[in-house]
């Protein structure tokens, strides 16, 4: 998998909509770009994934590069239940894992 | 749809004791996984298994941790004998194992302390 870079932390007011953004320079052609979340004591939860085209979903919008070497996750109204450790991973192994790294604190202010 | 269920959801021992999880993945879903999560970190993956075979357990510390899922449903870990290190949350996530879908689902974890 590629290595992907995120922020350590980001802050984010309630209703405006929070972009959080991750680097994988040297993501392959065939390998998707996944985002997960984890709130404070549950397990990760599936947000959404992409190859080379943006992606919408009930609860975000995923915008990849034409280069695809970054991409940003967007939560267009972020809530306080928003606030969570989000990941960011690159993936296309056959084996089908994910490697997971520190992620970025979202936290939602009132 | 029931999700992953894991139990228990804490446990305490002291260390050199041992100590099992308990995974109930989503029904129908071939691939089962574990992980192990260390505070302020990201999940690892443990082990990795396909129906009642096991795919991937490089990252498995085997001297003392040991996995099985009987019958390709439910799983349990084992650590015996727990070391002070081994204080984390174990996660148990499934998946249906579809081309090109690295979509997981994930329990709420066991949270290990070992003191």
């Known amino acids: 998998d590629a290595k992907t870079t995120q922020p350590t932390s980001m802050d984010c007011a309630e209703g405006r909509a929070a972009n959080l953004p991750c680097n994988h320079s040297?993501?392959?052609?065939?390998?998707?770009v996944y985002w997960y979340r984890q709130i404070h004591s549950q397990g990760p939860q599936y947000i959404i994934h992409?190859?080379?085209n943006n992606e919408t979903n009930e609860m975000a919008s995923l915008i990849i590069t034409e280069d695809r070497k970054s991409s940003t996750l967007i939560l267009p109204h972020a809530t306080l239940r928003d606030t969570a450790v989000y990941y960011c991973?690159?993936?296309?192994?056959?084996?089908?894992?994910?490697?997971f790294g520190k992620g970025t604190l979202l936290t939602v202010n009132p | 749809e029931a999700g992953v269920a894991q139990s228990p959801r804490y446990k305490i021992i002291e260390k050199r004791q041992s100590v099992a999880f308990w995974c109930n993945p989503i029904?129908?879903?071939?691939?089962l996984y574990w992980y192990q999560q260390i505070l302020g970190q990201g999940p690892k993956l443990l082990i990795q298994?396909?129906?009642?075979?096991?795919?991937?357990d490089s990252q498995l510390p085997k001297d003392r941790f040991s996995a099985e899922r009987l019958k390709g449903v439910d799983s349990t870990l084992k650590i015996q004998p727990a070391k002070l290190e081994d204080s984390a949350v174990y996660l148990c996530?499934?998946?249906?194992?579809?081309?090109?879908?690295?979509?997981?689902?994930f329990g709420p974890g066991t949270r290990l302390t070992v003191t």
């Open positions: 991973i690159a993936t296309g192994g056959s084996n089908y894992k994910l490697t």
């Open positions: 996530a499934s998946s249906m194992r579809q081309r090109h879908s690295y979509e997981q689902y």
């Open positions: 992409g190859l080379k």
């Open positions: 040297t993501i392959s052609g065939n390998e998707y």
């Open positions: 029904s129908g879903h071939a691939t």
């Open positions: 298994f396909q129906n009642n075979g096991v795919v991937d």
